[in-house]
């Protein structure tokens, strides 16, 4: 499983503004991605939170991008992407990541990477975070940016 090792990190994002951007495809997979992201800003202590809701998970960066330069102190990319018969699967999966590690660069404001990429839905429902799953990609993803903020401000 790819969670095995996964450190447990708790985060305080008080006083953080943070945006979610999440995919529309897979609506089951992406309301537990979505529950765990709100979930996890809710116990780190973020009051102020956005929800917008791109197309796919392609979109993902260019939204990113905007709320990023929109002041937010990070924003939380959250999608799905399933392996199917063509080289889809590898042209969106790599440009939606590259696309996101950009803009966290060229920002300088934390992405969390909730972006699932897997071989087919049970692999997605086993991440998304629902009821039973084994990992919750939304909540890392939020836990990973707002770890990412706490350090990125001691440094400033």
Not at 127 to 149: I, N
Request: charged share 20%.
């Amino acid at each position: 499983m790819s969670g095995a090792g996964a450190p447990t990190i708790t985060v305080d994002g008080a006083g953080a503004r943070v945006a979610i951007v999440a995919s529309q495809w897979h609506t089951q997979v992406m309301d537990g991605l979505i529950a765990g992201a709100q979930s996890a800003l809710a116990d780190a202590h973020v009051t102020d939170v956005t929800l917008v809701r791109a197309p796919g998970s392609f979109e993902l960066p260019i939204l990113c991008q905007a709320y990023a330069r929109q002041g937010f102190d990070a924003v939380i990319a959250l999608g799905v992407i399933i392996r199917g018969g063509t080289p889809h699967f590898e042209y969106v999966s790599a440009a939606a990541t590259d696309g996101l590690n950009r803009v966290a660069l060229d920002t300088g404001v934390p992405i969390g990477f909730g972006l699932l990429t897997t071989d087919d839905e049970a692999q997605a429902l086993d991440r998304a975070g629902l009821a039973d799953s084994r990992e919750d990609k939304g909540r890392e993803a939020v836990e990973a940016a707002l770890a990412t903020w706490n350090v990125l401000r001691a440094l400033a």
